[in-house]
C-alpha cells in the first residue's frame, strides 16, 4: 500500500473515531444543551427580563423541563445532534492533525521540527480551521436541533416556537428549504463559524498544550505509548471545557438566536446578521446577556469535552492496539 494511501486510511479512522466519541458525548450531555438553549432565549431582546422567569437557573430548569416533558423532553433534538456531531466534531477533530501538519508544512522554515509541533500559534490556526470547516458543514443540523429544544407546547414557550419540528429531522430540513431556501438552512451560519472557530482554537489547542504541560509535571503516568492514562486526559479536557466555555459563550448565545428566529421573506425577523444580534442583545439586556445560561453551558461542555476526549484517547489506544496485532501477524505469516 502506498504511502499516500496509507496517510488517507489514517486521516478517515481519525476522522471516524472523533465522530463516535463525539456522538457519545452527545447522548450524555445533550439534557444541558436542551436547558443552555431555553435559558438563552429567555427574555431575549426584553428590558424587563429579571421578572416572571419560567427558568431561574440551569438546576430549576432541568427540574421544570423534567417534570413537564420527561425524558424525551430533556432529550429533545438529539437525533440532529448525532448528525451535527459527525460532521462538525469530525471535521473538527478528524481534520485538525492533518491540517497543523499542513500548517507546519507551509511555514516550516521559520521553525525547527521540535518547536513546530509545539508551536500554540499553529495549534490556533488549524484548530479555528477545523472548527469552521465543521460549522459551514453542519450548521442546517444545528439549527434544527436548535429549534427543536427551543419548542416547548407543555410550557410557556421562550423564543419562537416552530412547530414543524415535531415532524422530525429530515422532515424539518425539507421545510425550512421549502419556505426559506438554501439561504434558510444556512440562517445564522456566519454566528456559527465565529462560535466553532472561537472553540475549537481553544478546545484543541488547549487541550494539545494542557497535556503537554500536564506531562512535564511528573504527576502522570503516560503509559507505553507517552499519551499518557485516564487520569492525564481528565485534567487536560477539564481545563479545556472551562477555557473553552468562557471563550464561546457570547458567540453561542448569538448563534442560538440567530437559529432560532422567525424568518418571513427569507429574512430573520429580529437579527439581520451576528453583529446586529449582539448590538441589540446588549441594548436590550445589558453585556451580562452574552453570558445567560453559563453554567448549563458549562454542564454541557465541561463533561462533553471530558467525555470526547476520554473516549477519544481510548478508541485511539485500541487503534494502535489493533495495529500492532496485524504487525505481529503479518511479522509470522512471513
Known amino acids: 500500500m502506498s504511502s499516500d494511501n496509507v496517510t488517507f486510511l489514517g486521516h478517515a479512522r481519525g476522522f471516524?473515531?472523533?465522530?463516535?466519541?463525539?456522538?457519545?458525548?452527545?447522548?450524555?450531555?445533550?439534557p444541558m444543551e436542551v436547558i443552555k438553549t431555553r435559558l438563552q432565549l429567555q427574555g431575549e431582546l426584553s428590558k424587563t427580563s429579571n421578572g416572571g422567569k419560567l427558568y431561574g437557573n440551569a438546576f430549576s430548569a432541568l427540574i421544570t423541563i423534567g417534570r413537564n416533558e420527561g425524558i424525551r423532553g430533556l432529550q429533545k433534538g438529539l437525533i440532529p445532534a448525532y448528525g451535527y456531531q459527525l460532521f462538525n466534531n469530525g471535521c473538527r477533530i478528524g481534520l485538525y492533525e492533518p491540517i497543523k501538519q499542513?500548517?507546519?508544512?507551509?511555514?516550516?522554515?521559520?521553525?525547527?521540527?521540535?518547536?513546530?509541533?509545539?508551536?500554540?500559534?499553529?495549534?490556533?490556526?488549524?484548530?479555528?480551521?477545523?472548527?469552521?470547516?465543521?460549522?459551514?458543514?453542519?450548521?442546517?443540523?444545528?439549527?434544527?436541533?436548535t429549534r427543536m429544544q427551543s419548542?416547548?407546547?407543555?410550557?410557556?414557550?421562550?423564543?419562537?416556537?416552530?412547530?414543524?419540528?415535531?415532524?422530525?429531522?429530515?422532515?424539518?430540513?425539507?421545510?425550512?428549504?421549502?419556505?426559506?431556501?438554501?439561504?434558510?438552512?444556512?440562517?445564522?451560519?456566519?454566528?456559527?463559524?465565529?462560535?466553532?472557530?472561537v472553540a475549537s482554537a481553544v478546545q484543541l489547542a488547549s487541550y494539545d498544550k494542557s497535556k503537554q504541560l500536564l506531562k512535564g509535571t511528573g504527576w502522570f503516568h503516560l503509559g507505553p505509548?507517552?499519551?499518557?492514562?485516564?487520569d492525564l486526559h481528565l485534567a487536560a479536557s477539564s481545563i479545556t471545557g472551562l477555557l473553552m466555555c468562557i471563550a464561546m459563550n457570547p458567540f453561542d448565545v448569538t448563534m442560538t438566536?440567530?437559529?432560532?428566529?422567525?424568518?418571513?421573506?427569507?429574512?430573520?425577523?429580529?437579527?439581520?446578521?451576528?453583529?446586529?444580534?449582539?448590538?441589540?442583545?446588549?441594548?436590550a439586556e445589558g453585556v451580562a446577556a452574552l453570558y445567560k445560561g453559563f453554567t448549563a453551558h458549562y454542564m454541557r461542555i465541561g463533561p462533553h469535552i471530558v467525555f470526547t476526549f476520554v473516549f477519544l484517547e481510548q478508541l485511539k489506544k485500541l487503534s494502535r492496539m489493533w495495529d500492532q496485532s496485524q504487525l505481529q501477524v503479518a511479522a509470522l505469516t512471513k
Open 151 to 197: 419548542y416547548s407546547p407543555e410550557l410557556s414557550s421562550v423564543g419562537h416556537q416552530h412547530a414543524y419540528v415535531t415532524q422530525g429531522t429530515l422532515r424539518s430540513l425539507q421545510i425550512i428549504y421549502r419556505n426559506e431556501g438554501l439561504r434558510g438552512l444556512w440562517r445564522g451560519v456566519d454566528a456559527a463559524m465565529f462560535r466553532s472557530g
Open 225 to 230: 505509548y507517552g499519551d499518557g492514562n485516564l
Open 257 to 283: 438566536r440567530m437559529y432560532n428566529q422567525k424568518a418571513t421573506g427569507g429574512h430573520g425577523v429580529l437579527y439581520s446578521g451576528t453583529l446586529d444580534c449582539i448590538m441589540k442583545t446588549v441594548r
Open 102 to 145: 499542513f500548517y507546519q508544512q507551509v511555514i516550516g522554515q521559520l521553525w525547527s521540527s521540535n518547536s513546530q509541533h509545539n508551536s500554540l500559534p499553529v495549534m490556533l490556526a488549524a484548530g479555528a480551521t477545523s472548527g469552521i470547516l465543521g460549522a459551514l458543514t453542519a450548521s442546517p443540523l444545528f439549527l434544527v436541533k
Open 16 to 30: 471516524a473515531m472523533a465522530s463516535i466519541a463525539a456522538c457519545a458525548s452527545a447522548t450524555l450531555t445533550n
